[in-house]
């Protein structure tokens, strides 16, 4: 089974871009989020920094594996903002993002077409200055043992080269993993059957 275990996103936030139409001007940002709450802070910052503008359009998408996301018009003709800064986010297939578009409005009405394209146009400007990563997605295990089992914990974590981000080595041992999706498998049921470990998967925070 081919399990798709890596993710596009961005890890620091774009330069500001600017589309103007018809004297209308639109600035375009993108961030790196992890959760709604960084999202309203993005959104206030950018209230203080352009207090004097019309709309604050944005989109944004959190997960790796099933993301869930969200579009806002803010006041603009339904999905004639939100939705096309969202179609950016997929088409370069990028995930836990955020893109807004804040716009001050010229005096000349642009239609629903002309926003449609202006709030495209610069969701795409900012993202093209973004440096886009390639990341992995990983599973995190806890391995508990005693600490006579401690040299077979090690050969196991030594010969799959695997990624230790903690360890508490005293007389109750444990020791948390990372391990690529499509290995964790394989891994989790060699310490399994490993005589005296445990091992147990820990939910992503």
């Not at 375009?28 to 993005?42: A, I, L, N, R, W």
């Not at 093209?128 to 990563?133: G, L, P, R």
């Not at 508990?144 to 089992?149: I, L, Q, T, V």
Request: proline letters at 2%.
């Amino acid at each position: 089974m081919d399990v798709d275990d890596t993710y596009r996103t961005i890890t620091k936030a774009s330069e500001e871009v600017l589309f103007k139409d018809k004297n209308s001007k639109f600035f375009g940002y993108v961030y790196p989020v992890t959760s709604e709450e960084e999202v309203k802070d993005h959104l206030e910052e950018l209230k203080k920094k352009h207090h004097s503008a019309r709309h604050w359009c944005y989109a944004w998408q959190l997960g790796k594996t099933s993301p869930h996301y969200r579009a806002n018009d803010d006041g603009e003709p339904s999905n004639s903002a939100g939705m096309p800064i969202y179609g950016q986010i997929q088409s370069f297939d990028v995930t836990n993002i955020l893109i807004v578009v804040v716009r001050y409005f010229g005096g000349v009405k642009l239609g629903v077409g002309g926003l449609i394209n202006a709030y495209r146009t610069a969701a795409q400007m900012a993202l093209e200055t973004s440096k886009i990563v390639t990341r992995t997605i990983d599973v995190k295990f806890e391995i508990a043992f005693d600490y006579p089992e401690m040299n077979k914990v090690m050969r196991v974590i030594k010969e799959n080269n695997l990624n230790v981000v903690d360890q508490i080595l005293e007389l109750d041992c444990r020791i948390i993993i990372l391990v690529r999706k499509k290995e964790a498998e394989r891994i989790y049921e060699k310490f399994d059957a490993t005589y005296k470990v445990q091992i147990k998967e820990l939910e992503d925070q």
